[in-house]
């Protein structure tokens, strides 16, 4: 089984920073992608950013400058920086991953506010 452990949420104010890790065990061989999503009340979940094997980055427009995603592969995390933070970033952030299936870490809670 594949398990995803997120970090690092919390409030902060507007123009804050935070940093999110995802540490991801058990029978890991090969990550294709990993990436983090959010989801805000009543909203839809949505892609914030990922980061391939390889190295290479996409990231959501509303995020592009702000955030950085990154990656360790011999731990097996992945990470996102995240700047300049503003209160439509309110969410639950969650980390994912795709081997041969995609999974899913529980979510952790970011809250952007005064």
């Known amino acids: 089984q594949v398990q995803l452990v997120e970090s690092g949420g919390g409030l902060v104010q507007p123009g804050g920073s935070l940093r999110l890790s995802c540490a991801a065990s058990?029978?890991?061989?090969?990550?294709?992608?990993m990436g983090w999503y959010r989801q805000a009340p009543g909203k839809q979940r949505e892609l914030v950013a990922q980061i391939t094997s390889g190295g290479i980055t996409n990231y959501a427009d509303s995020v592009k400058g702000r955030f950085t995603i990154s990656r360790d592969n011999a731990k097996n995390t992945v990470y996102l920086q995240m700047n300049s933070l503003k209160p439509e970033d309110t969410a639950v952030y969650y980390c994912?991953?795709?081997?041969?299936?995609?999974?899913w870490g529980q979510g952790t809670q970011v809250t952007v506010s005064s």
């Open positions: 994912s991953l795709v081997i041969s299936s995609r999974y």
């Open positions: 058990g029978n890991i061989f090969s990550i294709n992608v």
